[in-house]
Nanobody, 124 residues
Framework: QVQLVESGGGLVQAGGSLRLSCADSGRTFSSNAMGWFRQAPGKEREFVAA????????RYADSVKGRFTISRDNAKNTVYLQMNSLAPEDTAVYSC?????????????????WGQGTQVTVSS
């Protein structure tokens, strides 16, 4: 069973950086594509970034392209989201998710396991 625990959220000023981590206690981490999603207050959850099983293929939402980087360390069962040049509109609860496939996917329905989320707040 996949259990995902996010960390690294917090309060940061606009223009700052944060690195989110998501540790997977399951035994199949290296077989799963992974993704990051976020949900701002009053808004629907949205796709942020995804990575395939090996880390060789990534995809980003247009709103974060060039500022965020997703990566993974299969030896540590951990996926990361490096967030640079943060803006107030990046404020949200960020959740990681494990896909049912090893191939890169971006649709929420393709992710079967979700973490609880970590709050990211960007002040102006």
């Amino acid at each position: 069973q996949v259990q995902l625990v996010e960390s690294g959220g917090g309060l940061v000023q606009a223009g700052g950086s944060l690195r989110l981590s998501c540790a997977d206690s399951g035994r199949t981490f290296s077989s799963n594509a992974m993704g990051w999603f976020r949900q701002a207050p009053g808004k629907e959850r949205e796709f942020v970034a995804a990575i395939n099983w090996s880390g060789g293929i990534t995809r980003y939402a247009d709103s974060v392209k060039g500022r965020f980087t997703i990566s993974r360390d299969n030896a540590k069962n951990t996926v990361y989201l490096q967030m640079n040049s943060l803006a107030p509109e990046d404020t949200a609860v960020y959740s990681c998710a494990a896909a049912r496939s090893s191939r890169l996917v971006v649709a929420m329905a393709a992710f079967g396991s979700w973490g609880q989320g970590t709050q990211v707040t960007v002040s102006s």
